[in-house]
C-alpha cells in the first residue's frame, strides 16, 4: 500500500529543536524528489524544503535557510526535516511531499503538526 507518514510534529519552546520524519511505502523512493511544504489555516500550502533523488541537492524557502535542514535516506525510505531556532511563526502543519517528474507522479502525507509556543 502505498503511503507517506510523518512523525515527529509536536509542541516545542522559541528557540528550540524538532526533527520530523517522513516514512515512505509502496513505491520506489529512490527516485522521487522529496520535500516538505507547511500550511497555516486559511493561507495557502508553503514550500520550506526540497531534497533531490539522491540527496546531493537541497533548496530552501528564504525563512528556512539557515535553520533548517533536509535529508533524505533512500535505504531506510525515510525523509527528515531538521528545525532548529524554531519561532513561533513556524506554527503550523508540515506536510511531506514526493515527487516523480519523470513519471508525472505525486504523493502527499497527511501532515504533522509543529507548535512553537512558550
Known sequence: QLQLVELGGGLVQPGGSLKPSCVASG???INY???WLRQAP???REFVATIATTGSRANYSY???GRFRISKDNEKKTEYLQMSNL???DTTVYY?????VAAADEHWGQ???VT???
Do not use: L
Open 63 to 65: 525563512s528556512a535557510r
Open 116 to 118: 512553537v509556543s512558550s
Open 42 to 44: 486559511g493561507k495557502e
Open 111 to 113: 501532515g504533522t503538526q
Open 33 to 35: 524528489s522529496m520535500s
Open 27 to 29: 513505491f520506489a523512493f
Open 96 to 100: 511531506c511531499n514526493a515527487r516523480y
Open 87 to 89: 519561532k513561533p511563526e
